[in-house]
């Protein structure tokens, strides 16, 4: 599974942005899809992952403010994000994996910078 991320940018806080991730590859929708992130000086976070099923999960600093989809038969993840915060400045990575295990597969990464 190869994992291409798009949609990162400059906006200022409170701003909306919305990653894009597509996959390739024919089993898909067998994976759990995660977005974490990277902020500089910090070790990488799971922000909200969805699994095949839909089912969503947040961390708590993004609930209210992120929404994570999938379209299985267009490969793709999303994260809307809206109300954004200096504190969401990072690399966000696309990720997959089988449920309940590490991520096996890693897109490219997407800068996000919020500005005040």
């Known amino acids: 599974v190869q994992l291409q991320a798009s949609g990162g940018g400059l906006v200022q806080a409170g701003g909306s942005l919305r990653l894009s991730c597509v996959a390739s590859?024919?089993?898909?929708?067998?994976?759990?899809m995660r977005w974490h992130r990277q902020a500089p000086g910090k070790q990488r976070e799971l922000v909200a992952s969805?699994?095949?099923?839909?089912?969503?999960n947040y961390v708590d600093s993004v609930k209210g403010r992120f929404t994570i989809s999938r379209d299985n038969a267009k490969n793709t993840v999303s994260l809307q994000m809206n109300s954004l915060k200096v504190e969401d400045t990072a690399v966000y990575y696309c990720?997959?994996?089988?449920?309940?295990?590490?991520?096996?597969?890693w897109g490219q990464g997407t800068q996000v910078t919020v500005s005040s």
């Open positions: 990720n997959a994996g089988y449920l309940g295990s590490g991520s096996a597969y």
């Open positions: 590859g024919r089993i898909f929708r067998s994976y759990e």
């Open positions: 969805i699994t095949s099923g839909g089912i969503t």
